[in-house]
Nanobody, 117 residues
């Protein structure tokens, strides 16, 4: 299982920006797909964005045009750049890596994002 560590969460005003980072240990990006999920209080965890082996990205409708997922293979790090944040973006954000070979999922512990004035 891959160890993942998220960072970059915090409190931000509506309309603001944050960049989340997910640092991975001992992994080659070519064997895993990467995603960001979020879970708001009382709600199910939902997929926010994902990036595949070839670099193609997919986004939830609620964040498309505002969030960007990217990765730095040299640093074993995946990012989620979030812009024009809204109160409804408030949630714990989780990094996820899924092996293309075993299909096993690895999760980070999450980082809290709070959007409030």
């Amino acid at each position: 299982q891959v160890q993942l560590a998220e960072s970059g969460g915090g409190l931000v005003q509506p309309g603001g920006s944050l960049r989340l980072s997910c640092a991975a240990s001992s992994i080659t990006f070519s064997t895993h797909g990467w995603s960001w999920y979020r879970q708001a209080p009382g709600k199910q965890r939902e997929l926010v964005a994902s990036i595949g082996h070839g670099g193609s990205a997919n986004y939830a409708d609620s964040v498309r045009g505002r969030f960007t997922i990217s990765r730095d293979s040299a640093k074993f790090t995946v990012y989620l750049q979030m812009g024009n944040l809204k109160p409804e973006d408030t949630a714990v954000y989780y990094c996820n890596a899924q092996s293309y070979i075993t299909l096993q999922h690895s999760w980070g512990r999450g980082t809290q994002v709070t959007v409030s004035s």
